[in-house]
């Protein structure tokens, strides 16, 4: 998990609240990605950031906004949290927009809303 | 939609046997395929990648095999070791959404001591 960083590691909500999920990373790359992971499923892309300024939606955008912040900075906002975003979420950053050789994923924030 | 599925959601092997983890991918458009390691509690590894021009790519200890006839990928890890337990992940990326792979839903390796 070098060079991308989460937090929080764990968080329980109730259904509406809202909260952000922060991640960063010190590698230097153009592109960021958000990853929801549940239980017996692979990953799935809810948005992605190809370059500072610019997000674009993924595989399962709803219930989610993000926000580019720098080129260091991607975060994920719930705003109003539901039982079915229950899940484990990931941040990645590839080298590039092709460079998944070397992409790299942060220790993930584990999320529960009641 | 695409889909990456595998075969078998569990694998045990005996400590020093080989390991073979099958992936079966359904985008004949997919051209960029990859093999990722997670372990319980982190975040996915990178292990090896291949391109759909090759049918076979050699790491350390692992070897990925592609088969695009039948749309299969597989994964070898030679000399399992406890270490090598884990989940691992199929992903394929297609040129039609050049920024977005596509993972199949894991297959959990254990390495019987």
């Known amino acids: 998990n070098a060079g991308v960083t989460q937090t929080p590691k764990f968080q329980v909500l109730k259904t509406g609240q809202s909260m952000t999920l922060q991640c960063a990373q010190d590698m230097n790359h153009n592109s960021m990605y958000w990853y929801r992971q549940d239980p017996g499923m692979g990953l799935r892309l809810i948005y992605y950031s190809a370059s500072e300024g610019t997000t674009d939606k993924g595989e399962v955008p709803n219930g989610y906004n993000v926000s580019r912040l720098n080129k260091r900075e991607f975060s994920l906002r719930l705003e109003s949290a539901a039982p079915s975003q229950t899940s484990v979420y990931f941040c990645a950053s590839p080298r590039g927009q092709t460079g998944f050789d070397t992409q790299y994923f942060g220790p993930g924030t584990r999320l529960t809303v009641l | 939609g695409e889909s990456v599925g595998l075969h078998l959601p569990t694998l045990s092997v005996q400590e020093g046997d080989n390991s073979i983890i099958n992936c079966a991918y359904s985008n004949s458009a997919s051209d960029y395929f990859i093999w990722y390691k997670q372990e319980s509690g982190k975040g996915p590894q990178f292990i090896i990648d291949?391109?759909?021009?090759?049918d076979k790519r050699q790491g350390q200890r692992v070897t990925v095999l592609l088969n695009k006839t039948v749309k299969h990928l597989s994964l070898q890890i030679a000399a399992t070791q406890p270490g090598d337990s884990a989940v691992y992940f199929c992903?394929?990326?297609?040129?039609?959404?050049?920024?977005?792979?596509?993972f199949g839903s894991g297959t959990q390796l254990t390495v019987l001591p």
């Open positions: 291949i391109r759909s021009n090759m």
């Open positions: 992903a394929e990326l297609g040129w039609a959404s050049a920024r977005q792979l596509t």
